[in-house]
């Protein structure tokens, strides 16, 4: 799945800079949201297919919730150690880090900190989601099925989910789905709050 994604991505970039008129690319952005919309669709259709959704949120119970705890509080610690190697506080590692893969809210932001430490969320969130969809296979492979959740953060609800779905099986969709749902509800919380400490 790795080949194809890279594929798929290389694709687009020559496309864009060989083929693609300008008129087109200006709907690029449209185009996305509604491709993200049917891949969100389809899967939500296989979870419906599958008729054991309700019986899998209520089997996972309180377990479920724990997923996004755990990367919160593995994501915002990491960062703050990574501070003593970067030349960033650990306030601003820490609230660069709280975008939990979400690249577009996070440098927004924390646009009116700082424009600088609004391109580190943007740049550190951006390669979350990429390294995410590159790492998932193998983590899937070599480490487990849970783990793979914890990897693209927010976006394991959205871009990544069908990365997710197709590396593990499709009982970790729904602890995929809410992680990414309760740390994406985290991120506009977080971010803020770590910058008022």
């Not at 949201?33 to 309180?62: E, H, K, P, S, Y």
């Not at 960062?79 to 690249?103: C, I, K, R």
């Not at 959740?149 to 970790?172: C, K, N, W, Y």
Request: some cysteine; hydrophobic content about 60%; proline content about 5%.
């Amino acid at each position: 799945m790795t080949k194809w994604i890279i594929g798929a991505v290389v694709g687009g970039i020559l496309a864009g800079y060989f083929f693609v008129p300008e008129a087109l690319a200006a709907h690029c952005g449209t185009f996305i949201t509604v491709g993200l919309c049917l891949i969100l669709f389809l899967v939500g259709v296989d979870m419906g297919r599958q008729g054991n959704v309700w019986w899998d949120i209520r089997a996972a119970g309180f377990k479920v919730l724990l997923i996004p705890v755990a990367v919160a509080v593995g994501t915002i610690g990491f960062a703050a150690v990574s501070s003593l190697f970067l030349p960033l506080t650990a306030q601003e590692a820490m609230a660069a880090s709280a975008g939990f893969g979400w690249y577009s809210l996070a440098p927004m932001l924390l646009s009116s900190y700082s424009a600088t430490l609004s391109a580190v969320a943007f740049l550190s969130n951006v390669m979350r989601e990429v390294g995410s969809i590159l790492l998932i296979p193998i983590v899937a492979q070599r480490l487990g099925f849970i783990e793979c959740v914890a990897l693209p953060g927010a976006a394991a609800m959205d871009t990544v989910l069908p990365v997710v779905v197709g590396s593990t099986h499709e009982r970790i969709t729904i602890y995929s789905f809410v992680s990414g749902v309760i740390l994406s509800f985290a991120v506009p919380v977080l971010v803020p709050l770590i910058m008022q400490l």
